[in-house]
């Protein structure tokens, strides 16, 4: 059964130096909170997987914490570089693991689903299966076609952002999902902060995402925090600041200074506030 | 006739390619805009699919991220992303397919993983993303690039996402049975494989550019087609349909128009 | 784009002697109005796949129109025996390929997913890989574990029954959705038989499950045509006829007569009047 | 103490195994009625989950089927059939299976699909469904079956899911990580598999049911525990609570009581 926990508690008891952790959120409901909370308690020598390391990833990169990148784009979308990240790579002071979107989504439902890999369609005729010999192939045994493979993801620990936990510690996810579904399935452990704790989810769609309190480990709530990602129904994405990241990640000590004023020296409550500034009203 | 910018013609020239039966998998910055300006004036109910999962979108304003909440709130529904990759893309629902990249070949290949050697990058690039599976799996690919000698490059260091290889068969031969390339949109004209040797070849100027402009922006020699045509001009109602949808996207966005 | 048609036209038009037919539904919403008008237009040398094969197919074997039989489960839930299957395999008069509901889930998604197979951890230490040639098994290229493999299941014509659909043709499913999605993913044709049909869905979850209109080939209207089975917040499973239909199948004399007077001699209009005896309050 | 049929103690045995801890895999009949009783008296947090799809269930009468409407409407909420078996069976998430047969053998592997020759069967059986990766994925196998020698049989014609092979060590040897049959209830008695040859013994005698009664059902020499318990009898509760269960199903399903 989930455990209620502090942000503090619940990072600190379930991330350890070294671990492999995941932190997902396609765009939507990235945790940012949790994530900042990491940077302040400086786990280190840490394998980083997400799809799409986002600027919540080149933070921790840039912290140092970070001994391993596994990711499918590493962008700030719409903008441009994530500066820190490319220039630990460019400089080789991270090692990465590199793959397509669709070979990461099929390596986290492969995790979920306890397969050790997974099979699909793709890499044809492109380079990345030269560089990561994680990528490999096998032959259908009906019509002989050959296949790309990918090893599962199965991190030590899953965090994710999501909209509402009831009071049994089930998890309620809505709107662009991602793969944070299955990144909490195909983990050893897992730390999920939500925007409220509600007595009971009432009324709902019968197929509505949800993860049952017995498949979470930690719950926290921070409200707003996934800002500046967003939370479908509480509060949009805040773009300027995607945009304004460009320049504080640039340079290194314009980096440093932000993460010490802003995250540092800040803490789990700051995000309502943030996120009060992008509020949409609620359906 | 309003003076336009080369974005502006390149966009506008997308969407024209666009129609109300295709479905689209959309990428951001001109793809997006090309798909979102072709549903807003003459292809109403063609269909955007983004990769964050979200089926049959219409957005009001152009995302910033491929997984913005409006394309969510504009959406028919949102499937996983697991689900979009599985039975969408790789399912082969998709007619068109929309790419860009840092880098392009003869035979539109394109690169967006790095410059210099993989494991000592001299320019760390985002990565391929969705892209190596949209090359291979949507029914068609049509490419938006800007010109430029370091884009269209004679030879990529990394090829990320596979257009036609090294020449006509290369895709047959990879087992691929999707069309890959078909139309390159950019700044200055609209190129196409050459049906007998799949090397890009111009097929139309946009009004007021010249082939040595062209070719200036290219770093291999570039094949014309035997009748280069000249792009129609943008229109009034394109231009004032895609500058609207700009200046929206922009104050939604919170940065100055 | 989705057509709307008349039933009569949608399986005329859609399914033709020798396809292969899925026709699904997970004892939820299965499509009983559109099985009856396949029994009243008699294609012959159908191969049927069902996870479930349930009374609908029961029926159609039971009218000779199978050849062959695709299936994980062949009872009557709850009750026993499917008499017209169960004498037709012992006679040896239809063909079988049997897989567990594993494979079969497995076999539907990999068909949705356009892939010529799936991977899964099962058959154990069985017997059903002994008589089944399409069982079959992969290496994982990274840990050596052999895995049981099942070939993709891509039908000709998928058939389901789904709540509703839009002026679009976009199709909502709700409740117990099984394999329906994929079953429709997978078939090249598909017929879906709606209770209602609405102007626009109005507001739903972000995440309902929905097939978009260019992912479907005709639509039919049939209110109560999961009769005997079930429709969310329709009406409720007619359990006493599942119970009931037991004494009609054993015999094959009283089957043919029940289908003479019930199916034979009806249309798809007499389905709202028997769902009518088991509506349950709109949500 | 109320009389009570072997049917009723035999479900009354397998709901007392039962925890709040448990997540449990069940099957329409005995097993949803165990499971359930469990539910309604001493582990009401137990979570229930039916392959139909719905997750942490809470029915108030028995389904009929495995996708009565009943189960989705008290559902925490409700996934596909393909999510159902790869991610939560296949995931590893199932600590108990409840599995029944139309016949048994003595280390506990079932049949469920065929008396006589698959190719030309005497008897075809319903067929698998779930049962065989029920059997390998579940923590621990939990069954319920009525005794009889056409049930519990010395060779079975067909092994629709695994017990324990031919004998202790079979599982492990098909890297299977899971506990298998650790227990069978029957309406005469309970076994468990023997620490070191896995062979079904008898470990408790229901109240008033002898060893050769117990014998009697069954085809092969049946081996008995050294210490044989009685099965503590039902209880008012148990009963009361079972029976009701029953009564509002059969009302449910439009069955006379």
Not at chain 2, 175 to 184: E, F
């Amino acid at each position: 059964m989930a455990e209620f926990m502090s942000l503090r508690d619940a990072i600190a008891t379930h991330l350890k130096d070294g671990d492999s952790v995941a932190m997902e959120g396609f765009t939507h409901l990235i945790p940012y909170a949790a994530g900042h909370e990491v940077i302040r308690q400086g786990q280190k020598d840490l394998t980083l997987i997400r799809m799409t390391p986002d600027i919540i990833y080149d933070q921790i990169v840039g912290m140092g914490q970070a001994r391993k990148l596994v990711f499918s784009w590493a962008g700030n979308p719409g903008v441009g570089s994530l500066h820190r990240i490319r220039e630990e790579i460019e400089q080789g002071r991270v090692a990465i693991e590199e793959h397509s979107h669709a070979a990461m989504a099929n390596a986290f439902e492969a995790g979920a689903a306890n397969l050790p890999f997974a099979v699909f369609r793709g890499y044809k005729g492109v380079d990345l299966p030269k560089v990561n010999p994680n990528i490999r192939s096998v032959t259908c045994p009906y019509t002989g076609e050959v296949l790309a493979t990918v090893p599962a993801v199965r991190p030590d620990v899953a965090i994710i952002h999501a909209l509402k936990a009831d009071r049994e510690g089930n998890v309620l996810l809505e709107g662009i999902v991602g793969v944070q579904k299955e990144a909490v399935l195909a983990s050893k452990r897992s730390v999920v902060t939500v925007e409220e704790i509600v007595d009971d989810f009432g009324p709902r769609n019968a197929n509505a995402v949800i993860l049952p309190s017995w498949t979470v480990t930690a719950i926290v709530k921070v409200p707003g925090g996934a800002h500046p990602s967003y939370a479908q129904g509480y509060y949009k994405r805040d773009n300027a600041f995607y945009i304004a990241w460009d320049k504080i990640a640039r340079d290194k000590a314009v980096f440093l200074k932000w993460m010490e004023e802003n995250v540092l020296a800040g803490g789990p409550e700051s995000f309502a506030a943030q996120a009060r500034r992008f509020a949409v009203a609620a359906a | 006739m309003s003076a336009y910018t080369p974005n502006e013609i390149m966009t506008i020239a997308a969407a024209r390619l666009l129609t109300n039966e295709d479905v689209c998998f959309v990428g951001i910055g001109n793809p997006s805009a090309a798909c979102n300006l072709a549903r807003l004036t003459h292809a109403p109910k063609i269909t955007l699919i983004y990769e964050s999962g979200t089926l049959s979108t219409r957005p009001t304003v152009l995302p910033l991220s491929i997984g913005d909440g409006e394309l969510c709130d504009t959406a028919l529904t949102t499937v996983s992303v697991p689900e979009m990759f599985r039975c969408w893309l790789q399912g082969g629902r998709i007619t068109i397919g929309f790419l860009g990249g840092a880098q392009i070949d003869r035979f539109a290949n394109l690169n967006t993983t790095v410059v210099g050697p993989y494991d000592a990058p001299k320019v760390r690039l985002p990565g391929g993303g969705g892209a190596p599976e949209i090359a291979s799996n949507c029914g068609q690919i049509f490419i938006t690039m800007a010109m430029g000698t370091r884009a269209f490059v004679d030879r990529l260091p990394f090829i990320t996402s596979f257009g036609h290889g090294k020449g006509k068969g290369d895709r047959a031969a990879l087992g691929l049975k999707t069309k890959g390339p078909t139309k390159v949109m950019t700044d200055l004209c609209v190129l196409e494989p050459d049906p007998d040797t799949a090397e890009l070849t111009v097929v139309s100027l946009h009004p007021g550019v010249t082939r040595d402009q062209v070719q200036a922006g290219c770093a291999w020699p570039l094949r014309f087609a035997a009748d280069v045509a000249e792009t129609p001009a943008a229109t009034e109602q394109e231009l004032s349909v895609l500058r609207d949808l700009h200046a929206r996207t922009k104050q939604a966005h919170g940065v100055a128009a």
